[in-house]
């Protein structure tokens, strides 16, 4: 496979037609705010808004396993494509799952309803990862991400009319001429190798913490080979069309700090550069970059200097529900935010859940640009209408 | 039931043959830290100590439910002693489980292996929580807590041979005449109110976070409830004989720090009032009490105030292994410390650990008083040779 794209190598341009190069997509909200702009509307999406809560997924989803229907183009990309359908959110989030990588890579794991990915086995021994750094991603094996991604953003194209072959143009939240950017998702590699080395989901992620203490250059090993897996896979969904990217870290939140720094911050950063080189022809503008993971008010600043130091021109921070933003903002420095609306406000009363929207967006007003989204993602069994009279709130304010 | 004690009713002395009292524990290494002092040797005790890592424990358990073990006194006291007999421990924690007051309270709860507590249904509506609220404990329902308590601190004594009729003493680390203490154990009231909420555990506590916004009254009235049987549970604990208590609350770092303040410290604070009343007699000497929850950085300050606005004479805060305790000194202020090996670290080869450890006691040193313990529980599968060697380099130390 190939090693990482260093941020100090020379750019690499984005395709002609990519949505970034011609257009399409740069007076979005959403990149305006990754820019570190305010657009005239507030941008807002909704991490896990292609998923259960919508019923027009439950219905393309039955008989489909999870991890088949991420590897489906045209369904990948009709589920991305549903909530922006539905709820006129000014983003795309690529629909798929964070152990994609893996099985694209040859990796025996499976997702169990009720339980989460399961892997053939635990890997957790330096025989047991040099046998899987053998392994990496191609082209070919990509295929089916780089396809999902090219129907979505024609999908997205003919949604905002930008280029619907009948000039048919449904009243989404793009300028007039421009299209709802995609986001391109990838997990984390110290999540990846947390799922790998316990071989299924844990609540603590002892063993993965144990590894990297015990045999810490299997655990660096183990982790720069989940980097470059999700690097690649980010970087092909960006040169199909994504207009950001977005590295979630699951499990960050069960580090402390120091661990953090030592052991998990050098493979973020390294996922990162896979993408960091990618600039519109002719400019300093690269792709932007956001950066999220749940109970990391320790961790804000250190996630930061990932994005920073891996070369992303437009960093974002993601933070969750349990920091107001005026306080991230002020752990993080001038950087554009992204979040956090508390998911378990979605259930509660409209009039609590307007004022708890309309606290978040108050205390984002200080960052240089900021992005309306959940603190975590979207409950499974959240009214989908909840979502859409969110969407019209924050677009209102 | 009866309402709770509050910190400014008058004190109420613990009977004259309490350890406290007659001086079998006042000198142990474990009180005198959490009084804020430095014993010669830092004491060191084990979250979880009294549980599946022992195969003396997995033996006694054979074909006993886990609440019914919690609920058999001789059985109860047996594995309570059993870590402090192997391991040299400087406490005895009581070995009980969170939801054993809602069982004594009649409500149908189970522990379903691999799944953790499981309610007949989950109590989320007005109406559940004033049927849950007309339930209390009863000195009857508490016997055989009461009883194990009891059976627990003479199983201590003649360990300790402060009591023992044969005079015997084995060497544990208790200083001649003294006895090793017992701490009560109790959950938090928002970890009862979660587990009622959902009816299962849950990974975000959603349900409960939803009620305490959507119907704030019920919420509160649903953990003054949880307040005062856990408070009862711990009562009781310390007039049988326990020499400290511990809350702990699981979830709390699920929480914002604004609604830790608003939905879930109030509760806490009302739960400690139970015991916050209780003291030496001719003295203002109260039974210590610590406060644990895990994913709690952001929260070390207002758990400090539970504790001293309870009225805990003499408080220490419990930290868990994301936050070094230098950290959280600097956070919690002069207040003794509990914590915080990672239990992550125990699965690492000695030197590695070794040098954790180290780095945990001289990262407490600042701090007035410091028992060592893990930054959460001990985990299942681990060695329990590599615990009492850890017992045995902290008493190095």
New interface residues.
Partial sequence: MTSPTLAATAPVHLPADHPLVDGRTSTSPLVRALRGDRPATTPVWFMRQAGRSLPEYREVRQGVGMIESCLMPHLAAEITLQPVRRHRVDAAIFFSDIVVPLRLAGVDVDIKAGVGPVMDRPYRTADDVARLVERGLTEEALAPITDAVRRTVAGLDELSGARAPSGAREPDNSPEGSTTPLIGFGGAPFTLAAYLVEGRPSR?H??A??LM??DPETWARLTAWTADLTGAFLRAQVLAGASAVQLFDSWA??????DYQAHVAPSSMRALTHVADLRVPGSDTGVPGIHFGT?T??LLPAMRNVLTNAGITHPTVGVD????LDEAAAAVGRMPLQGNV????????WP?LEA?VRDVVARGAGAPGHVVNLG?GV?PDTDPTVLTRVVELVHSL
């Fill in positions: 603590d002892l063993a913490r144990t203490h015990a939140g069960s580090l402390s700090l120091a109970g008010a320790h529900y349990r920091t107001p508390d998911p378990a406000l979605l259930g509660a009363p609590v708890h975590h409950p």
